[in-house]
């Protein structure tokens, strides 16, 4: 099939709890290619959590190291990329995806969202922020540059894994 055929990356951009890990290993069960998690990828280099990197050597830190590892990915290809939240944030960053392949935006509605993250603590910028309107406010905020920055929309509310890789491949 054509999406077997794809040989850039495909970049899944979107909010934390958009569905970007869990459809990049969807995708990379039906496709057998193998998937860059650039949050576990920089933990595993750093030798540490996210919030352990973001309090002992703040975001900026972090961001840089996302824009260093999008580069070397940007150089390789075939990686099904399940980008940090934050990464298509930079202009820099997009730039590099749209380089090597073509960029996906998850999106999910606030409710979904905090439904998805509400156990999770290892995310820094949603720290005392668990309620629908402060998601929804910070969705809101990053919402342009994410429609910037992506070649295709998908959203992901109520539907399965298998549902929104199904809508992705059809695209590719
Ligand atoms: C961030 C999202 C996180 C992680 C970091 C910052 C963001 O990734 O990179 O906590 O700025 O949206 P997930 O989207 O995988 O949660």
Do not use: W
Not at 93 to 110: D, F, W
Not at 140 to 151: I, L, Q, V
């Amino acid at each position: 099939t054509q999406a077997e055929s794809f040989t850039g990356n495909l970049f899944l951009i979107g909010f934390m709890g958009s569905g970007k890990s869990t459809i990049a290993a969807e995708l990379s069960r039906m496709l057998h290619r193998p998937v860059l998690e650039m949050d576990e990828e920089i933990e595993k280099r750093e030798g540490m959590s996210i919030p352990a990197i973001f309090s002992e050597h703040g975001e900026a830190y972090f961001r840089q190291l996302e824009t260093d590892l999008l580069k070397e990915t940007s150089a390789l290809g075939g990686f099904l990329v399940s980008c940090g939240g934050g990464a298509a944030m930079r202009e820099e960053n997009v730039r590099e995806m749209k380089k090597s392949g073509i960029i996906v935006l998850l999106t999910a509605l606030p409710e979904t969202i905090l439904e998805r993250v509400a156990d999770d603590e290892n995310r820094p910028l949603l720290k005392g922020r668990k309620n629908t309107a402060d998601i929804e406010a910070l969705i809101e905020k990053r919402r342009p540059a994410y429609e910037a920055a992506a070649n295709y929309q998908v959203a992901t509310d109520q539907k399965t894994s298998a549902q929104i890789a199904g809508e992705i491949l059809e695209i590719l």
